[in-house]
């Protein structure tokens, strides 16, 4: 018998509406502070900085390009669809760049959704990763790390996750070389 994670999937939305239910009946549901309608686009103008390269847009850059970009190329390439993925990513980037300065993407949306869409690839990305025995602690300390949430020299968890996983590699398959000295 073989174990698919899909097995296992819980039906968010469901999930999400039994939660909700069980809020409300408990009285623990307040909407008062909650108001609705329409939100007006505000310009805020991005600021770089190294501190905001390295701890945020780099962490960012290579979890977008290895856990959204290649497994979705790879998914359309295996359906044998033939499409123009270079097109579509610099037109979801280009979109993002003009939209994003402008609140497009509010902050409390984005993490509701992010949350929910995230929890197949978090599951699926955790069984692939753990699963080798020679990358498992690596891999698993890369997402501790990552998870913790911890700032150190003010740079984020992002890029301490993988620095952290990195080293445990590192020490995991080092081996010293052995010395070729002369014979006696």
């Known amino acids: 018998m073989r174990l698919d994670l899909r097995d296992f999937s819980v039906p968010v939305p469901g999930v999400l509406a039994v939660g909700v239910v069980i809020a409300a009946a408990g009285g623990q549901l307040h909407l008062s502070g909650v108001q609705w309608g329409l939100t007006t686009p505000v310009f805020t103008a991005p600021v ?7 701890s945020l847009a780099l962490p960012l850059f290579v979890v977008t ?78 997402f501790l790390v990552t998870l913790s949430g911890v700032t150190l020299a003010g740079i984020g968890s992002a890029f301490w996750g993988v620095v952290a996983g990195a080293a445990a590699l590192f020490v995991q398959q080092w081996r010293p070389r052995e010395r070729a000295g002369p014979a006696p």
Do not use: C
Request: proline share 5%; aromatic share 6%; glycine share 10%.
């Open 48 to 54: 770089f900085t190294w501190r905001a390269m390295v």
């Open 65 to 142: 390009m290895a856990s959204q970009n290649l497994p979705g190329v790879a998914t359309i390439r295996a359906a044998g669809y033939d499409t123009p993925l270079s097109k579509i990513i610099t037109l979801t980037g280009l979109a993002t760049l003009v939209l994003a300065p402008f609140g497009a993407f509010p902050r409390e949306l984005v993490v509701a959704i992010a949350g929910l869409a995230l929890l197949g690839s978090i599951g699926g990305g955790l069984a692939v990763a753990l699963k080798d025995d020679a990358h498992r602690e690596a891999a698993l300390i890369t």
